[in-house]
């Protein structure tokens, strides 16, 4: 049960980390095109971190 727990806030942590360097990148886009490609990584963690704890709370 705890190994579990651990593993989940293991994968959070990790989607978490992602989210934030998707962001860092988006703030420190140069071209156009790069904001455009940062702008869809952002919106993509968020929607994969709200469908994750979606989920989360439905198993509880």
Known sequence: ??????????RAAYAFGRMRLAINRAIHAQTMEERKLSKW?????????QIKCKSQDKAN
Do not use: P, Y
């Open 41 to 49: 990584w952002v919106a993509g963690w968020i929607c994969f971190c």
């Open 1 to 10: 049960m705890e190994k579990e727990t651990f593993a989940e806030n293991r």
